[in-house]
């Protein structure tokens, strides 16, 4: 094993630095000292004009102490992703490339999100073993999407901050824990912290934007993703985003990362910037000069720089009497901290991590089936009518496939991708059940009706159409937000062209990750089915095949809400306000407090059997002094989510049965709500999510479903960000349309 992992080391760069001098024999290379004890020696050894260059992403060597470069900058956001650190050759060409986050997020699938972040950082140590990876990835994204304009909203898992922080524990743990006990395998990085969610919009840009956030709202909305990500994921990396928040640069803010994520949530690892950001501080927030910018964002508990501004100034802001050389140690072992938990300074024996090898663990048939599963279960089923689908292969011979979207390969990435063994495009997927004829009719921007004409008369000699419509990354990306949320161009009208010559059955496919209003499909009587992929991956067009032809059966629900296209029309981005404000016209952000009618509401889904819900008790109660004893504790300590599997003493626990009632095997996402006595009254959510299992059941067959019911998921939080207790008839439903209520009650 040693000369193997050897072999395999030499090309890395910085691995293996123990093994000769000066480092050999060093406190740092003693892997009996403790991970502090050992990063504060190296840090004592190094002089300043050393120190200075480790601060950046691109960490300089030391030649003096034997240590060698590093890049922190690697992405990982749903499969390695072709940036800074992570590099693609003939020899070592490719990736597993998984749905973009947003397609996952709509699983509802805890333990596929868990076996993703597995695979990932199991192919993370692999090209790391080769010299074409760091082992720092920049992932995952858990801030929520707050407006439908959102450009990055589809590298999320969608809207809910639970959910939100139920993938980011799941997700996490599997990136990070493996085979080792002693080592992390990859370290994952929580961003953007926090409350980012602009790229550019009325005259402000990520960079510029100060986003005004109540104490209600960050404590129910901004903060429980990162919580999670920190106490319940065990998260080794952070990066404090672009944005101010209430007039404090997230880079500068003392309070977050120092106070809350070190402090009370026992945060132990790096926090980098964004890119760019720490020059922000000065530049485009003028919170302070260079000089001070130095000293703030390190006092304040960030820890490398993306970007050249402390290496620039950092040595005039000591000088000046500013930043302290103290700030900096400080900083560096939190950095070499991380290092040494990756095994970087310890012996190549007894790391299983070592011996991973391109071959044996990156593009394997296994990863390319996870791929083609989660592309299958993010699938969401939105229109059946008549259960026109899925079609049979024995009545349906030809296919007319139109629309933009019908020959997707790259967009089905979404962004932060690398390169992909192959991309099976919806084309190439229908292709494998059935003759296709196909014709675009549009591109995605639909500028022009020229090509309707023959995409109409491809419809009419097809035994069943398929349109493939939406939206892409040119639409919404890093960077750019939308300005609208319809269907670019004509697409509207290639929908009602479409349907009104399909001779057979006619079945929308939407691929988008933000939210955009497809209403003219869900009323046309004429389109039978309707179904959202988000950007579904390497597999996405075989995913989408199967479910139309019933090879797969769709169990997907959606992880956004499908708003009418009036939504934002006075409805400004820079308002971060998640509650009904009628002064300016917020009707309500997310299916939480949107008082208006959704084209789709979060949650929604079908399915090509039936399922129902029933419960063996007709109501709960919970003691209100438990809970506003509980309430007052996470309060205490600034606790903002919990995840299910770590409640040890839940207020009461809430068992659903599920039954398949109907004539095919299936899975089904049960999902729990809890309402308030008074929703929507007095900053109430209208409902929130407390609960979600996604289970698969023969026909006939039925199962229990058990959710623990801790403080975090019926207390509420009120206009200071305290926790409260409400007492009162409460219900808990399941399902998105309510298909289950049970009484609770608060006394």
Not at 23 to 43: F, N, P, Q
Not at 48 to 64: F, Y
Not at 107 to 118: D, V
Not at 357 to 378: D, F, M, R, S, W
Request: hydrophobic share 35%; net charge negative; with cysteine.
């Amino acid at each position: 094993m040693r000369s193997m992992i050897g072999a395999a080391l030499l090309a890395t760069g910085y691995a293996r630095m123990c093994d000769d001098a000066p480092l050999k024999g060093s406190v740092l290379c003693d892997e009996t000292k403790t991970t502090t004890e050992r990063a504060k020696w190296i840090v004592s050894q190094l002089e300043v004009g050393e120190k200075l260059d480790l601060v950046g992403n691109v960490a300089k060597p030391i030649p003096r102490m034997g240590i060698s470069h590093y890049d922190w900058w690697n992405e990982a956001l749903h499969g390695l992703g072709s940036a800074h650190g992570v590099s693609f050759t003939p020899e070592y060409p490719c990736a597993t490339s998984f749905p973009q986050v947003i397609t996952t997020g709509a699983t509802f699938n805890k333990s596929l999100w868990n076996s993703i972040g597995r695979v990932v950082s199991d192919e993370a140590r692999a090209m790391n073993n080769v010299g074409h990876a760091g082992l720092t990835f920049w992932a995952p994204n858990i801030n929520l999407i707050r407006d439908p304009r959102w450009g990055r909203g589809h590298e999320t898992p969608g809207e809910d901050p639970f959910a939100t922080a139920e993938y980011a524990a799941k997700l996490v743990s599997g990136f990070q824990v493996g085979e080792d006990p002693k080592h992390i395998k990859a370290s994952s990085c929580c961003k953007h912290y926090y409350a980012y969610d602009l790229e550019d919009w009325g005259g402000k840009t990520r960079h510029t934007f100060n986003a005004i956030v109540n104490p209600q709202d960050e404590a129910d909305t901004y903060l429980p993703t990162f919580y999670s990500c920190v106490v319940n994921g065990n998260a080794s990396g952070m990066m404090c985003s672009y944005n101010e928040v209430n007039g404090v640069p997230s880079c500068a803010n003392e309070r977050i990362m120092n106070g809350l994520a070190r402090g009370d949530w026992g945060f132990e690892g790096y926090i980098t910037s964004d890119c760019g950001a720490v020059k922000n501080v000065d530049e485009t927030h003028h919170y302070a000069d260079a000089n001070a910018t130095c000293k703030d964002v390190l006092q304040a508990g960030m820890d490398s720089d993306c970007g050249g501004f402390l290496r620039a100034n950092l040595n005039n802001s000591m000088k000046a009497g500013q930043a302290k050389i103290t700030d900096v140690d400080n900083a560096l072992v939190n950095l070499f901290s991380v290092q040494i938990r990756l095994g970087m300074f310890d012996s190549a024996e007894n790391q299983p991590y070592l011996t991973y090898t391109y071959k044996g663990k990156v593009n394997t048939p296994a990863n390319q089936k996870l791929a083609l599963e989660a592309a299958q279960q993010g699938m969401v089923l939105l229109k059946n009518t008549n259960n026109a689908f899925p079609l049979s292969t024995s009545t349906v011979k030809k296919v007319a496939v139109i629309g933009p979207n019908a020959n997707a390969t790259t967009t089905m990435q979404g962004n932060y991708a690398g390169i992909a063994p192959y991309l099976i495009s919806p084309i190439m997927g229908i292709s494998k059940y059935a003759e296709v004829n196909y014709v675009e009719g549009c591109n995605i921007t639909c500028t022009s009706t020229d090509g309707f004409k023959s995409a109409a008369a491809a419809a009419s000699d097809a035994d069943a159409t398929v349109l493939i419509i939406g939206i892409s990354t040119k639409q919404e990306s890093e960077a750019h937000d939308r300005m609208d949320i319809s269907l670019p161009g004509y697409q509207e009208d290639l929908v009602n062209t479409i349907a009104a010559a399909s001779k057979g059955p006619l079945i929308v496919v939407v691929m988008a990750g933000g939210s955009v209003d497809f209403s003219v499909a869900k009323v046309n009587p004429k389109v039978e089915g309707v179904m959202w992929t988000g950007y579904p991956g390497q597999s996405g067009g075989q995913a989408i095949a199967d479910v139309i032809f019933g090879t797969y059966n769709p169990a997907g629900r959606l992880p956004h809400t499908q708003y009418p296209k009036d939504y934002i029309t006075n409805l400004s981005m820079l308002d971060m306000g998640m509650r009904p404000n009628a002064s300016n016209n917020n009707t309500g952000r997310t299916y939480r407090f949107y008082t208006g009618e959704a084209v789709y509401p979060y949650g929604s889904g079908m399915s090509y059997t039936t399922f129902s819900y029933s419960s063996s008790v007709s109501s709960i109660s919970i003691s209100k002094s438990d809970l506003s004893a509980a309430a007052a504790e996470m309060t205490s300590k600034h606790q903002y989510s919990f995840n299910s599997e770590m409640v040890s003493n839940p207020l009461a626990t809430v068992s659903i049965k599920v039954k398949n009632t109907g004539s095919r095997d299936g899975s089904d996402v049960v999902m729990v709500f809890a309402k308030s006595p008074t929703p929507g009254q007095d900053g109430k959510p209208l409902k929130s999510l407390i609960g979600f299992e996604r289970v698969f059941l023969n026909i006939g067959e039925e199962k229990t479903v058990s959710f623990p019911v801790p403080a975090s998921s019926v207390a509420l939080a009120d206009s200071t960000g305290a926790w409260t207790a409400v007492g009162g008839e409460w219900k808990f439903v399941v399902g998105a349309a309510d298909e289950l209520v049970i009484p609770m009650n608060i006394a």
